[in-house]
């Protein structure tokens, strides 16, 4: 039995009056999850524990059969695995995005524009970030560039315990509310301050706004953690696997769970992304040999972050005809018996552009089995109907890995 998981990052969502009032993901036309419909398992999990912020992290990590309340250590050790950072025991790690400020003098005036910088480009981030790390960054204190706009700091001997908030869950609002508190507080605001007038002079930022693009003026710091250890997921389920995704988190996860990782070739995060070399590779993976593959889209929170309805839309039916039903198709041409669970990781609404902590929607198709064929789509109110519910998220790896207690 091969398995396989499709992550749609922050598909879920509410109803939208411009479509009807109805969610993207029922407005949306997806004739493959369709087929899988009449033939699955549906029901909903809570994919972040009750007092846990609606991260990326913590959600992706119950889907893969962690416990957050166990593994959990903050975001930015998880990212740091992927970037290859060696941590010690002394390191506190934060993510340190790219972002656009509007134009106030006073700092703490500014309002956040844009969490991602225009989706800026991995090339022109990585010589902003080195620049602002080169400028700012000390012996203790290092910068690590990652992927677009999302990058790494790591602090020796830091502190921790900060308060500190994710970018895209303030956008169109002013910062002044949501600066950096706490024991490190003093040293954060200061290197973000900082990178604002030494960005605002960048020849890459005076290039982006000559061409109408956002330009990162600032960096913002957040998601703080420490060292971070999961246990193997091959001694969890005896499957060999890997995991692919654009962004470093993801990445992060699956190479501490001792998942391979897969480069894709034009894969970005974004509605850009290559998503037929993403399926191509999940099926690669399975017919050279591995038991499992989870595949992580992140185009759908994008759009959502952004607030734009149409895009999201668009995304999901991209991901259901270059994704979805072209894995399917290839399971089922080379007679492979196997599990396919789709699911988002978190709601992040249109509405709110940020994530939100409901239980999500999933969907199990079983090639080996025939069930009665009630469902006709999968959507957030298909998957509630159905009754079936996982309070403890993690437990749902275990029921979708048949290895149940």
């Avoid at 700092?107 to 080169?134: C, F, P, Q, R």
């Avoid at 400028?135 to 706009?149: A, H």
């Avoid at 301050?193 to 005076?206: A, C, Q, R, V």
Wanted: some cysteine; hydrophobic content about 35%.
């Amino acid at each position: 039995m091969k398995y396989i998981i499709i992550l749609i990052d922050g598909m879920a969502d509410y109803r939208i009056a411009e479509l009807g009032n109805r969610t993207p993901l029922q407005y949306a036309k997806t004739p493959a999850m369709d087929n899988i419909a009449g033939n699955s398992e549906m029901g909903t999990v809570r994919t972040i524990p009750e007092g846990m912020a609606p991260g990326s992290d913590v959600a992706n990590l119950t889907v893969l059969g962690y416990d957050p309340g166990k593994y959990h250590a903050g975001r930015s050790p998880l990212e740091a695995a992927s970037l290859g950072i060696d941590l010690s025991e002394n390191d506190v790690v934060f993510r340190c995005n790219l972002i656009t400020l509007s134009g106030e003098d006073n700092y703490a005036d500014k309002v956040m524009l844009d969490h991602s910088a225009g989706d800026i480009s991995t090339g022109e981030s990585a010589i902003l970030i080195e620049y602002i790390g080169s400028r700012i960054g000390t012996e203790k204190i290092k910068f690590y560039p990652g992927v677009s706009y999302r990058h790494i700091i790591v602090w020796e001997g830091g502190t921790g315990g900060n308060i500190l908030t994710p970018p895209h869950d303030i956008p169109g609002k002013k910062i002044s509310a949501f600066l950096p508190a706490g024991p490190d507080s003093g040293v954060l605001l200061d290197m973000m301050t900082k990178s604002g007038s030494l960005l605002n002079e960048h020849i890459i930022n005076k290039k982006r706004i000559k061409r109408g693009l956002n330009p990162a003026n600032s960096i913002w710091i957040w998601g703080e953690g420490k060292k971070i250890a999961l246990d193997s997921f091959y001694e969890k389920y005896k499957l060999r696997g890997s995991i692919i995704s654009a962004v470093d988190l993801l990445k992060g996860i699956g190479i501490l769970a001792g998942l391979e990782p897969v480069e894709v070739k034009g894969a970005t995060g974004t509605m850009q992304t290559n998503f037929g070399g993403k399926a191509d590779a999940a099926i690669n993976e399975l017919r050279s040999g591995k038991d499992f593959v989870y595949l992580h889209l992140e185009a759908t929170d994008e759009c959502s972050h952004h607030g734009n309805t149409g895009d999201k839309v668009r995304s999901i039916e991209i991901i259901d005809s270059k994704v979805i039903g072209p894995i399917k198709e290839a399971l089922d041409k080379q007679g492979t018996r196997y599990r396919m669970m789709i699911l988002p990781d978190h709601y992040t609404p249109i509405s709110v552009r940020t994530h939100t902590s409901e239980p999500v929607p999933f969907m199990i198709y079983d090639s080996t089995v025939r069930t009665d064929g009630r469902h006709r789509k999968f959507d957030e109110f298909s998957a509630k109907e159905s009754g079936l519910y996982f309070q403890e998220g993690h437990r749902l790896a275990d029921h979708f890995f048949k290895k149940e207690s």
